[in-house]
């Protein structure tokens, strides 16, 4: 077990009930086989808008639901601490390994690399492009509750495509446009 999840059972802030996973004042997670999510991701991978589909439904969950719901019930706390948060419970619940490689809250950019990602892996020499796009949506949606301002994410590089990592650049449309001319239009 992860010591992110040994201290959310230390400070009873997750608890398991009949039909019910809950973490962090009542928010609800499910659990499901990663298959699905890759399974899901392939089949939408076929078309432009499946991809963007899938990207806008993870900003969304953020933006709406889960960023939003731990903001607040947990009231203002750091850009960095809730961004330490968010990493974690995404650890937790199995999409991989993250870490920031930068976040610079003046410029309002993150810079973020996962390892052992559900998706990408399973997706391993099956694609062609960068694949992760629920949980490039799920950093999107993420930066943009922390940031205050509307965020977008690139995924420039996957693991699915035999890179060592995956790569994701969240900022500003216009600087995503500009600096990822080959991803922007495919991704956002």
């Given at each position: 077990m992860s010591s992110f999840f040994d201290k959310l059972m230390l400070a009873r802030q997750v608890s398991f009930k009949e039909g019910r996973v809950e973490m962090l004042e009542n928010q609800r997670l499910l659990l499901f086989p990663m298959e699905l999510a890759?399974?899901?991701?392939?089949?939408?991978?076929?078309?432009?808008?499946?991809?963007?589909?899938?990207?806008?439904?993870?900003?969304?969950?953020?933006?709406k639901g889960f960023v939003y719901n731990t903001m607040k019930s947990h009231g203002p706390t750091s850009r960095k601490d809730l961004l330490s948060l968010l990493s974690n419970i995404a650890s937790f619940a199995?999409?991989?390994?993250?870490?920031?490689?930068?976040?610079?809250?003046?410029?309002?950019?993150?810079?973020?690399?996962?390892?052992?990602?559900?998706?990408?892996?399973?997706?391993?020499?099956?694609?062609?492009?960068?694949?992760?796009?629920?949980?490039?949506?799920?950093?999107?949606?993420?930066?943009?509750?922390?940031f205050g301002r509307e965020m977008e994410c690139i995924e420039s590089e996957c693991i699915a495509l035999g890179d060592s990592r995956c790569h994701f650049t969240a900022a500003t449309k216009e600087e995503l446009e500009k600096e990822f001319p080959k991803f922007f239009g495919r991704q956002v």
């Open positions: 890759a399974f899901y991701t392939a089949d939408l991978l076929k078309d432009t808008e499946g991809t963007k589909e899938l990207y806008r439904t993870g900003k969304e969950c953020m933006l199995g999409w991989g390994v993250y870490r920031y490689e930068m976040i610079d809250e003046k410029n309002h950019k993150i810079l973020m690399n996962m390892w052992d990602c559900l998706v990408s892996d399973y997706l391993k020499g099956k694609v062609d492009a960068p694949c992760d796009h629920i949980f490039r949506g799920f950093i999107a949606g993420g930066a943009s509750v922390v």
